[in-house]
Every structure is written in C-alpha cells, then in structure tokens.
C-alpha cells in the first residue's frame, strides 16, 4: 500500500515523542511500554497465557505484589497493553477514597468510565456501537435487506436473540442496551445518552429512559459483578476475546476503619471465589498491592479464606511466575541502566541521534551514582527520577552543543513535590 511505510515510520516517530514527553513528566507512559520494559520477560508470557485461556470462556486473575519502586504500576500498565494487542478490551481502576474496595457499585462505575481498546479510551460507545454493526454485517452478508427499515428491525429481532445471556445475567443491562438501539435509530440522542449512563453506573439519569427501558434504580452493590459479567459478554459478542480489569494500590484499603476493610476484602474473595467457579467468563482481574497488603496485619491476612486462596509457596531465589502471586524484584543497576540505554534509542527515534561520546555507559554509571546517594544508595526507589532527570539531560545535549553532562550534571536533590512519599523516605537529606 502506497505511503504506509512512511505512515508506519510517522506513528513510530509520534509514539517516541509520546513515551519521552511521559518521562519528562515522570509518569507512565500511555503505549510502547514494550520498549522500556527490561527484567520481565517471565512474567509477560505468564499474563500472555493467561489472557489466551481467558478467551476460551474461562476467568482467572492476577495478584502483582512488590515494594515502593518495584514498578508495580509500570508491570500492570505493560500487562494491559499486551491485552490490548491480543483484541483484549482494558480498564485500570486505582483503589482510592472515591473508588475503594468495599464499594462494588464505585468499582464497577470506574471499570465502565476506563474501558479502553487498541484504538481508543472511554470505549463503552463503540463497544455496544460494534456489537450491533455486527448483527447488521452479518445480516447482509446472509442475503438480508439492507434497506434501512427493514434492516432495522431485523436487527432489533436479531439483538433479543444475542441479548439472551446477557439478560440471564442481568435483565436491567438488556434492557438498557435494546433502549440504546432504539433511540438511536430515532434520533433521540438524549436518550440514548441516559442509557450509556446508566449502563456505566451513573447514579442519576433522566426519568424517560428509565420509563422506556423498564428499569429502576441504579448499579448496586448486588447487581454490580452481574453487569460486569453482562458487560464481557457485549464485549465478546462486539469481537473482542474479551475484558481484562487491573485494580492498582490495592494497598490504599488498609487504611479504612476494620468494617470497611473488612468489607472490602470480603468482596475480593467474592471476585477470587467467581473466577474459581467460572462465574466471571471472558475476564481476567489483576490485583497489585505492597507486602503489607499481602502480610501486614491490616492486610488480607486478617481474612483467613482469602489469605489461602492467593498465598504463594515460600521464595527459593526462582521465580515462578505462573503462581497466584507475581512477585517483582527491586530495580538494580543493571536494569537502569539498560532502560537508559533504550531510552537512548527512543530519543533518537523521537528527535534525531543522540551524541553518545556525551552521553555514554560511563556517563549513565555516574549518574545513577549521584542520584542514588542521595537515596542511601538504594537503586529500587530512584527509575521515576532517574529517567526524569535523564530526559532533561538529554534535551540539553540536543539543544546544545557545548553542554557536557559529565561536568554540568549534578544531582541536587528533587523539589519535595515531586518526590512521593515512599522516595521522600529513605532520603538523606533533610528538607
């Protein structure tokens, strides 16, 4: 095809520009975590597995356990991204005050306003736009009319036969879908809207959808793990493989009062318990927390039943990804320093070549030197500044060409807002 080579070139090109403007930020970059991800090879065919069996009609999950630092948020990030390159529809949900575990309903809301494909965020819409474009193809394509009307209400007759399941799982979901259809097909937009609405949790919607749909109330604490089950199916039947969901710092959970906690891990068995009866086809959950979460007193240790079910065999220096838990291993020196160097790479692909008599391993290994005294020589808690500040010295090369980084470079300590909690912790400085 003529001009896609070059059309392939420019989206490598912008993909570059996207990943070193997010370090420059210090935050994770939103694709091609493939090409910074160093040390994790294990674990990436492990989910990759896991995601291959999911798309049968089964349900598994994940629990991703490491320290401050171990890039707990960068792994599960990747882990999305190769969903979504096998056809996988993501949502990545933080546990927080307003999204906490022991609220299934504000979970399922979050789940619903993440839902993103390989080519695009807030993806409920196209979602259910697919899932019918697909009942009409394959209507014409079996000698139907496509005449609008009378296609129109073939696939109306076609939607109640593929909304079967779907309303075994929830009557409501059905119900709110076929409205959809309806009213988009008239024109009524509002409508229309009201049903995605509510359909992604949405508290409070407009009396005349709810009217015309038949439905009352709103996702509830009882009806939210059926409209996800709902929802997967949709998802399916729209022609993805299915719905993979990550629920990050689950950690923040400890610090609720103990019913609240408690409640909360109460509904994470619930969700372990229905991937262990297939109750959950067609999705995958992912769970990352610190040790604390996993052993700390406040954490799901003081829910026995669900402290057996994800325990993990006692470390013996091998790794096994394949368990329960994925545990990851602190950032050393030698995975920094091969992330510069790919680093390297892509802001050369973003920018233009970068002058390695300037920057250079032996420059690489002094940097990670300076920075990490100042961090009481701990390499695990420094890749977010680290890259920052990598970037920044970059930009310089590029921009100057008189700037020697081995001279001018000097790590002097990050302004108190942007080092986190945990980093501020184990720093030797006094602020």
């Not at 262990?276 to 040790?291: A, C, I, L, Q, V």
Request: glycine share 10%; hydrophobic share 40%.
């Amino acid at each position: 095809m003529p001009g896609s080579g070059s059309e392939k070139q420019s989206d490598r090109k912008l993909q570059s520009i996207g990943i070193i403007n997010a370090l420059r930020r210090g935050t994770v970059p939103a694709s091609g975590l493939e090409r910074l991800a160093v040390g994790i090879a294990a674990e990436e065919k492990a989910i990759a597995d896991q995601l291959d069996y999911v798309a049968t009609g089964r349900s598994d999950l994940k629990f991703v356990r490491g320290d401050f630092g171990s890039g707990k948020t960068f792994f599960v990030c990747r882990a999305q991204e190769i969903a979504r390159s096998g056809m996988f529809v993501t949502s990545h949900v933080v546990i927080s005050p307003d999204t906490p575990l022991h609220k299934l309903a504000a979970l399922y809301s979050a789940v619903m306003n993440g839902l993103r494909t390989e080519n695009g965020e807030h993806a409920l819409k196209s979602i259910i736009d697919s899932w019918i474009y697909r009942i009409e193809e394959r209507l014409i394509e079996s000698g139907g009319d496509e005449d609008e009307e009378k296609l129109a209400i073939a696939t109306a007759e076609e939607m109640e036969k593929s909304l079967i399941r779907v309303s075994e799982e929830n009557s409501g979901l059905a119900a709110a879908v076929r409205t959809y259809y309806h009213a988009n097909n008239r024109g009524d937009f509002a409508v229309a809207q009201a049903a995605l609405g509510w359909i992604s949790g949405e508290g409070t919607v407009g009396r005349t959808f709810k009217s015309e749909a038949g439905v009352r109330g709103a996702v509830d604490e009882g009806t939210a793990l059926p409209f996800l089950r709902g929802i997967a199916r949709i998802i399916v039947q729209a022609g993805y493989r299915g719905l993979s969901i990550a629920f990050d710092e689950t950690e923040t959970a400890q610090g609720s009062s103990r019913p609240l906690r408690e409640k909360g891990y109460v509904n994470l068995r619930r969700i372990v318990d229905a991937v262990d009866r297939n109750e959950s086809p067609y999705t995958f959950f992912f769970f990352t927390g610190t040790p604390s979460f996993f052993e700390g007193p406040k954490g799901i240790r003081s829910l026995p039943p669900l402290f057996d079910r994800i325990q993990t065999i006692e470390d013996d220096g091998f790794r096994n990804p394949l368990q329960t838990q994925i545990i990851l291993s602190r950032f050393d020196e030698r995975r920094l320093e091969e992330v510069a160097t790919r680093v390297i790479e892509i802001y050369g692909e973003a920018y233009g070549e970068v002058d390695q008599s300037r920057v250079n391993l032996r420059f690489i290994r002094a940097m990670i030197t300076k920075i990490t005294s100042r961090f009481g020589g701990r390499i695990d808690v420094i890749p977010r500044i680290f890259l920052r500040e990598f970037v920044d010295l970059l930009d310089k090369c590029a921009l100057y060409e008189e700037y020697d980084p081995m001279v001018k470079y000097q790590f002097k300590g990050a302004k108190m807002g942007d080092v986190k909690e945990e980093e501020r912790a184990v720093m030797e400085v006094v602020w």
